[in-house]
């Protein structure tokens, strides 16, 4: 089939290259022309891994392209993606103007019959909204020209991306005609090879199973950060309580995981939609208005822990703190959101100056923060820490799970390690030398020198 994809940031460029893999001529457009150029010199403007390579292969052979022209990307294309962004909006819900103007382009160009697939993450009823605009613009060229509208919602995980459109877990499809969801059945059926995991449902329902999918996960997280603060208060171990938990068929282990808060382009965003959305419609998600704000003050908390660590050291005006991880999630260039952001601005309010270091999201930290008083760009963990007070693991990259622990302790001027991530065990820190706190455990370094607890 000749697809078009509208929109190459993570959705859109895996999306289009995916299908190419698997044999369909794809077009990728983007209104961004520097971006488009970037892609067609063999440049990927995203960090998302074993991308870069399906890319290459696939413009090599012909089956993917690149271009900012609407008029050559939708002329022949039997289906087109829309995969554009659907920011937030100042009420909290999502925005549609790309969506909208998006399908509007495609029905000033589109020459015969069309489906046009919402790839973007959209609120219920957007898919009707797309129809009528469609409708609007080709009644305004008096074309009679058939077009079907499907709601076809992603499911990829920044850093496991390609992967994910691979072997998805699940493809749904939200059609309101069998002849359009024969047609989608038929497009993905290279995917479904080994384990039939196609899902056709009715529009509205498959767009809301994304946001409801969103929202769980979200809640997960929520809870489990929430549950930490008790845990530390009555001197539990979230991280034992997370396997207990976990070993329950019916509850799992996967994001169980106490931390410093989610960020991205989805979750956040994804979460007040939905609670938009479901006050437009007079009805209050009371639980997830709570998953919001238990994210947002959990992004305080490891600040908030370092400043209290330093509250009877004379403050954090003149000390330097690394901070290990910037980009929201490992395996991602992705700050949307990221509570390391949060972090960095709490620490400089303190007085603190801040020495940052993340493989891969460097720049994309540099371009979002205006102002670089108190901040030192470092090129590994190992500058970072140098001279450092104390070390703030806020990213859990691989890299950063067997540091020399000993070279570590000798570099800093402090000795105080804050894990977000709780990628360390306690007493081995402790022993290692460190002060060492994490999230919804007790503080072994307060243990040791003043009770001389052990802990199992």
Known sequence: MKLTIIGTGYVGLVTGTCFAEMGHHVTCLDINQEKIDTLKQGQIPIYEPGLEEIVKRNVSDGRLQFTSDYAEAVKD?????????????????????????????????????TVIVDKSTVPVGTARQVKTVISEELE????????????NPEFLKEGNAVADFMKPDRVVIGVDNVRVGALMKELYAPFMLNHERLIIMDIFSAEMTKYASNAMLA???????????????????????????????????????????????????????????AKKNGHSLSILEAVDNVNNEQKKLLGNKIISYYADKGGLEDKTIALWGLSFKPETDDIREAPALVLIEQLRAE???????????????????????NIEWCNDEMEAAENSDAIALVTEWRRFRFPDYTALLNSMKGNAFFDG???????????????????????????????GLAII
């Not at 008096?142 to 499907?150: K, L, Y």
């Not at 940052?356 to 205006?370: E, G, H, Q, T, Y």
Request: net charge neutral.
């Open 351 to 373: 007085g603190a100056t801040v020495r940052l270091f993340d493989p891969v999201s460097m720049d994309n930290v540099k371009r979002s923060i205006a102002n670089h008083d």
């Open 140 to 151: 305004k060229r008096s074309a009679n020209i058939e077009f079907d509208v499907v709601s």
């Open 219 to 277: 809640t997960r997280i929520s809870f489990m950060n929430d549950l930490s603060h008790i845990c530390e208060t009555v001197g539990a171990d979230i991280n034992k309580v997370r396997l207990g938990m976990g070993s329950d068929r019916r509850i799992g282990n996967l994001f169980l995981y106490p931390g410093i808060g989610y960020g991205g382009s989805c979750f956040p965003k994804d979460v007040k939609a939905l609670c938009k959305t």
């Open 421 to 451: 991530r709780n990628q360390h065990e306690p007493l081995d820190m402790a022993g290692r030398g460190f002060d060492y706190i994490s999230i919804g455990r007790r503080d072994v370094y307060a243990d040791t020198k003043q009770k």
């Open 77 to 113: 294309a039997l289906v087109c993606f829309l995969a554009v962004p659907t920011p937030e909006g100042e009420d909290g819900s999502a925005d549609l103007k790309y969506v909208l103007q998006a399908s509007r382009q495609v029905a000033e160009h589109m020459q015969d019959y």
